[in-house]
């Protein structure tokens, strides 16, 4: 059984630019959440989508987006990127969220220059 | 909100020991889960505990949901063992919206 699957797993952005992050749950999953690990601020979560629909956000500005496919799979896109959006982008998937076991991706390392 | 709280934050051992790591959280939570965290910064799912205890090999863990902590027993460590382990509570019903304790950074010695 796959597991969660994110791309691409590094990426180089230039301040200002704006960055889509993919991210595969495992089969029969339904939602998938998103979030940040930064030295300073640890684990911060993004965001959850389940069933297409955003179920829950966390405290990020509004150039921190995401959706969901009608397959689960979701994207993340920041927009105008800082410095300070340097991360590893993790994304979990659960089955039904609500508390189920979360499953995490390799990550996506994102550095803006 | 709720805050999670790991202790200790850094813990050095020498292989062969035994060790405990503690999960305190503030509120009622539906879930727990503890992740091994690799060097490449995947989570590594050890083990999903809301309530009781559990066991894989050298690995085990309790959550005493009354008490709101949750206790992580790593036995006879091995190098293999190093890393950073952190803890997460669900408490969101409804949601998935995990929210994570600060990690406790494990160094296993040979």
């Known amino acids: 059984k796959a597991g969660v699957t994110q791309t691409p797993r590094y990426l180089i952005k230039t301040r200002g630019q704006q960055v889509t992050l993919s991210c595969s749950p495992i089969s029969g999953h339904r939602s998938v959440s998103w979030y940040q690990q930064t030295p300073g601020q640890g684990l911060q979560f993004l965001f959850e989508?389940?069933?297409?629909?955003?179920?829950n956000k966390g405290n990020f500005p509004g150039r921190f987006s995401g959706r969901q496919f009608s397959n689960s799979r979701s994207e993340m896109n920041v927009s105008t990127l800082e410095l300070g959006d340097s991360a590893l982008y993790l994304c979990?998937?659960?089955?039904?969220?609500?508390?189920?076991?979360?499953?995490f991706g390799q990550g996506t390392r994102l550095t803006v220059v | 909100g709720i805050q999670v709280e790991q202790s200790p934050p850094d813990l050095i051992l020498q292989e062969g020991a035994n060790s405990t790591l503690r999960c305190n959280f503030s509120d009622s939570v539906n879930n727990l889960q503890w992740f091994h965290q690799n060097p490449w910064g995947q989570l590594i799912n050890l083990f999903y505990?809301?309530?009781g205890t559990k066991q894989n090999g050298r690995l085990s863990a309790t959550t005493v949901a009354t008490e709101r902590y949750s206790l992580l027993y790593i036995s006879s460590s091995q190098t293999t063992d190093s890393g950073v382990y952190f803890c997460?509570?669900?408490?969101?019903?409804?949601?998935?919206?995990?929210?994570f304790g600060q990690g406790t950074r494990l160094t296993i010695n040979p």
């Open positions: 979990a998937s659960s089955r039904s969220g609500q508390g189920t076991e979360a499953f």
């Open positions: 997460a509570v669900n408490l969101v019903q409804g949601a998935q919206k995990l929210v």
């Open positions: 505990i809301p309530s």
């Open positions: 989508y389940f069933s297409e629909t955003q179920r």
